[in-house]
């Protein structure tokens, strides 16, 4: 008998399910985040973590914020975070190519929301942490990268070349290159995605916390326009 699947999954299947129904292309970047996200729980299955309860604790806490904001946009865009508008907005335009589709709902997802799980993740537990521990912490979040770096071809192979032919060939010229350039991209956004949570939980004061939050946000906004 096939293992269930957890909840978060089926949820995003759904959802991939209803906008292709509609060829709403928003189902570009969940259909990548779907993918990433099993084989995250394979990993974990793997025991590929220092702490796989921890890793998956914050992969359901990072699928919330993405589901919040999306719920968010569908009842009121504005009520939705900024470069969430963006996104989804971007991504409903029909000139906008899949590509652009994929990196800005990438952008808005690791550059702001995984910021926020991280904190929300660490932050009752940081001060009690030990040096080793936090190390822990660090290296889990980096084992990630390997795992999307694994997921990349698969997500050009689902994802992208069905919507876009064009990068079958480009793939195919250059080889395992534009793989490694976006791997290369992600993991970059993920180092400083650390570095911003490490700043957020210095950070003491409400007004101080906020003030932070909005230039991450307004940063990754502006590698949203990049992008775009």
């Known amino acids: 008998m096939p293992t269930p699947e957890v909840p ?34 394979s990993a974990i299955e793997q ?13 359901e806490r990072f699928a919330d914020y993405y589901f919040v904001a999306l719920e968010a946009y569908e009842q009121e865009p504005a009520s939705a ?21 994929l990196l ?11 910021v926020l799980s991280l904190v929300d993740m660490l932050g009752p537990e940081w001060d009690t942490l030990a040096d080793d521990q936090r190390i822990t912490r660090y290296n889990d979040h980096c084992h990630v990268n390997a795992v999307i770096g694994r997921t990349i071809d698969a997500v ?20 395992p290159v534009d793989e490694e350039l ?6 970059h956004w993920r180092e400083t995605v650390w570095h911003n949570a490490m700043q957020l939980l210095e ?16 940063a ?9």
């Open 220 to 228: 990754a906004l502006r590698i949203a326009n990049l992008i775009v």
């Open 156 to 175: 050009q192979e689902q994802v992208l070349d069905p919507v876009m032919p064009l990068m079958a060939i480009i793939d195919e010229l250059l080889g």
């Open 203 to 218: 950070a003491n004061e409400p007004s101080e916390r906020s003030r932070l939050i909005g230039q991450i946000e307004q």
């Open 47 to 59: 025991r590929e973590f220092h702490d796989p309860t921890w890793v998956n604790s914050l992969m």
């Open 8 to 41: 978060v999954v089926s949820r995003m299947a759904n959802q991939i399910h209803e906008w292709e129904r509609v060829a709403d292309q928003r189902s570009v970047f969940l259909s990548c985040y779907l993918l990433m996200t099993r084989n995250i729980l």
């Open 81 to 101: 975070p900024a470069v969430w508008q963006f996104a989804h907005d971007t991504t409903r335009a029909p000139r906008t190519l899949a590509l652009q589709k």
């Open 182 to 187: 976006v791997s290369h991209l992600i993991t």
């Open 104 to 114: 800005v709902g990438i952008n808005a997802h690791i550059n702001f929301d995984l």
